[in-house]
């Protein structure tokens, strides 16, 4: 599910058939932070799937982490806070980031459920 998460995220980057918003007004260092941020999310992401393969619960913790980094990214993007843009959210963009957010509350649950907390 994590990987399936990384996957459909990865759809999503800037200047990418699905995300055709202008982010010029962001400046170099604002736009180019974000997208470290997101890329070391997914190198996280795809570490604790990897790690989850294999029973690690340090890697379940990591799953839990990586899953409300998603939804702080999404819930930022929906409510307009950030990144922002004088472009309207596309339908598509914001469908999938909808799934995804859901898929990253599935992954927390699943990854909680795994270290016995519920």
Do not use: Q
Request: glycine letters at 14%.
């Amino acid at each position: 599910m994590l990987l399936l998460l990384v996957i459909t995220f990865i759809t999503l980057v800037p200047g990418g058939p699905v995300e055709t918003r202008d982010f010029s007004g962001l400046g170099g260092p604002v736009f180019w932070g974000f997208n470290v941020f997101l890329v070391l999310l997914g190198i996280g992401a795809i570490a604790s799937a990897i790690g989850l393969l294999r029973d690690s619960k340090t890697a379940a913790i990591g799953g839990i982490i990586a899953g409300w980094g998603y939804i702080f990214v999404v819930l930022l993007d929906l409510g307009h806070v950030f990144p922002t843009s004088p472009d309207p959210i596309p339908l598509l963009l914001g469908l999938i980031e909808i799934l995804d957010a859901i898929l990253a509350a599935y992954v927390i649950v699943l990854c909680h459920r795994g270290l016995g907390h519920i």
